[in-house]
């Protein structure tokens, strides 16, 4: 079985020898973790029929084919001209929230009761519009770390301190130790993506310990939630 670091690190092309309107599900994206990690880790996780077709950001999209070629081939990135793109049985589906909640369905991974699938899907969205999604524009130059990362429109409190506390305040309310119900669930991927990929990236710099303590010393729910 793949280890932790395995599925955070090991991002490679896998063989391509699936008929894509089988049921093999294919991931095809960019050779970086960003949106694609989540639907990895489902689907390793449940032990999925799963293939990657692993794009080089290099020789695709900074070559200049991409703006030409490989974006407008339906086949290729979907009807919305994008990756990643989530195949299976034929059909292309595109946007990262649509793609992990569709592997999150195949993969047993989305609450059954109504309510609990809005929750998981509500934590699952926090997570990636309200905290990846603004550090992922930060790291590209397109926001400022300080003003829109750590802070927010609301100040200094309102960007990742308080929406790791809301993370934080979920599990701990939680007698099950899971997001929502007594099950894993998408949410619980959710949360253990930014968690592990946030922590990795400020334990690169000599003030990522630092860092790490301000941001999740005072969280021990979401540390128990990661191991």
Not at 74 to 87: I, N, T
Not at 96 to 120: N, W
């Amino acid at each position: 079985a793949l280890t932790q670091r395995d599925m955070v690190m090991e991002i490679r092309p896998m063989p391509q020898d699936s008929d894509p309107s089988s049921d093999r599900l294919l991931l095809r994206y960019w050779d970086a973790s960003g949106r694609g990690m989540l639907i990895r880790y489902m689907a390793y996780d449940a032990a999925l029929d799963f293939v990657e077709e692993i794009v080089s950001v290099e020789e695709t999209f900074v070559s200049g084919s991409w703006a030409s070629n490989e974006k407008f081939s339906p086949a290729f990135s979907g009807p919305l001209k994008a990756l990643p793109v989530v195949e299976h049985n034929g059909e292309i589906i595109n946007q990262t929230s649509a793609c992990t909640q569709y592997v999150a369905e195949i993969a047993g991974f989305m609450p059954e009761g109504p309510l609990d699938r809005a929750k998981a899907i509500m934590i699952a969205s926090h997570v990636y519009e309200d905290i990846q999604m603004p550090m992922w524009d930060a790291f590209w130059g397109f926001k400022d770390w300080e003003r829109d990362v750590i802070g927010g429109f609301g100040g200094p409190t309102s960007g990742l301190t308080l929406k790791f506390s809301n993370l934080e305040n979920i599990l701990s309310s939680s007698s099950s130790g899971f997001a929502v119900g007594s099950e894993i669930s998408l949410a619980d991927f959710a949360i253990f993506y930014v968690v592990e990929s946030l922590t990795r990236r400020m334990l690169e710099v000599a003030s990522g310990p630092d860092a790490v303590e301000l941001l999740m010393g005072d969280k021990p729910a979401i540390a128990q939630h990661k191991k």
